[in-house]
């Protein structure tokens, strides 16, 4: 089975720029988390989507959204970008939300840079 | 407040040896403790899961231990190889805070040959 994938891999945005990341689960996984990766603050959740619903949502401004569509596939959007928001940003997918966290697996995420 | 602490400073070892990396957290209740694997410009990749319950786990080369009374879990590798350096990060997933899994900052991890 192919991984877990995102696109764009890289992206250079300028501040009030809005940027859209995409996630594409394993085949078959419904569940689909976003975190965010900096060196100051770690791994730190999102959002989590299973059946195109919002399941659990992290504490992060609502500048940051997410969808999922019906085919599981996830796009996560940073209206406003502001110099903190460069980060490396990841998705995971897990076959069902109840036992799901218990084996996520991760893709390689989107490096965002805002300058 | 809540925080979950892993080894700030890197941890260097000579090939062979048994690394021991740790994992704290304060004022969180955990359904469950999972340990990662990431490397550089990689995503992290799930290691082991140890339930609230379990004292330890163990998968091939590595173990792990839980104390909810010491709210501490540590990770072993034995036998360590210079392919095994990497960040190992923890995470929990606490009970009643909506589902979230919290991960700790992770531990550079460098074994020489």
């Known amino acids: 089975k192919a991984g877990v994938t995102q696109t764009p891999r890289y992206l250079i945005k300028t501040r009030g720029q809005q940027v859209t990341l995409s996630c594409s689960p394993i085949s078959g996984h419904r569940s689909v988390s976003w975190y965010q990766q900096t060196p100051g603050q770690g791994l730190q959740f999102l959002f989590e989507?299973?059946?195109?619903?919002?399941?659990n949502k992290g504490n992060f401004p609502g500048r940051f959204s997410g969808r999922q569509f019906s085919n599981s596939r996830s796009e996560m959007n940073v209206s406003t970008l502001e110099l903190g928001d460069s980060a490396l940003y990841l998705c995971?997918?897990?076959?069902?939300?109840?036992?799901?966290?218990?084996?996520?697996?991760f893709g390689p995420g989107t490096r965002l840079l805002v300058l | 407040s809540q925080k979950i602490e892993q080894n700030s400073e890197a941890l260097n070892i000579q090939e062979g040896k048994t690394a021991t990396l740790t994992c704290n957290y304060t004022n969180y209740s955990p359904a469950y403790l999972q340990w990662y694997r990431q490397d550089p410009g990689r995503g992290p990749v799930f290691l082991l899961l140890?339930?609230?319950?379990?004292k330890e786990k163990r998968k091939e080369r590595l173990k792990v231990t839980f104390d909810t009374t010491l709210k501490q879990s540590l990770f072993h590798i034995t036998a360590s190889q210079p392919a095994d350096s990497a960040t190992y990060l923890c995470?929990?997933?606490?009970?009643?805070?909506?589902?979230?899994?919290?991960f700790g900052q992770g531990t550079e991890l460098s074994v020489k040959p």
């Open positions: 140890i339930r609230e319950n379990e």
């Open positions: 989507y299973f059946s195109e619903t919002q399941r």
């Open positions: 995971a997918s897990s076959p069902n939300p109840v036992e799901g966290r218990e084996t996520q697996y």
């Open positions: 995470a929990l997933l606490p009970y009643n805070q909506g589902g979230k899994l919290i």
